[in-house]
């Protein structure tokens, strides 16, 4: 089945998945291959500092993704498009892409989505769990602490269905429980 191109798609696998912050006519639940949801991004502004960076979600290469995918009206096409871009290209740690979604009942749409650029500073790569939940334990930024950022999007996959087992374990360890138990 051909991707259609005429309705404008928005891929969220991070806080666009519970917070878009644009209006939107319709929503499911999305797939898309070729890229895996990762905590991979040092975080300078939004969960963290110059000083203190945290880690936020970025797509990276390789697999697949389960997120949200927000189909925007034409009326508010330019509005939403220009909100994302002062939100996620902040720092030019994403980068813009047009990706083939697939939804629940079959339809291909393509979507904009914001993909990790590898080259950049800000990329954290691969981390361990306890490396991830080390930084995000102790980051906080103009958006608030890192860990509810963290513990937000664990939320919302498991309400969504989506198993994301690395980062429920970051999730885990970063959660108030853990916490207590360690000091």
Not at 123 to 151: C, I, K, T
Request: glycine content about 8%.
């Amino acid at each position: 089945m051909a991707c259609d191109m005429d309705e404008f798609w928005v891929f969220g696998y991070g806080s666009l998945m519970w917070n878009p912050g644009f209006p939107y006519v319709e929503r499911h639940v999305a797939r898309v291959h070729g890229f895996r949801r990762s905590l991979c991004i040092r975080s300078t502004a939004h969960r963290g500092t110059v000083d203190q960076p945290g880690l936020v979600m970025g797509l990276d290469r390789g697999g697949s993704c389960r997120g949200m995918a927000f189909r925007v009206d034409d009326k508010d096409r330019a509005d939403a498009i220009d909100y994302l871009r002062k939100r996620e290209l902040i720092t030019n740690v994403y980068l813009e892409r047009i990706v083939p979604i697939a939804l629940p009942d079959g339809r291909r749409m393509r979507a904009v989505t914001y993909v990790v650029d590898r080259q950049h500073p800000q990329y954290a790569g691969s981390l361990s769990v306890e490396e991830a939940a080390s930084v995000v334990l102790r980051s906080h930024g103009q958006s608030g602490p890192n860990d509810a950022y963290v513990l937000n999007t664990v939320a919302q996959l498991k309400q969504m269905g989506i198993r994301d087992l690395w980062l429920e374990a970051v999730g885990a360890a970063v959660s108030p429980k853990a916490a207590q138990a360690a000091d």
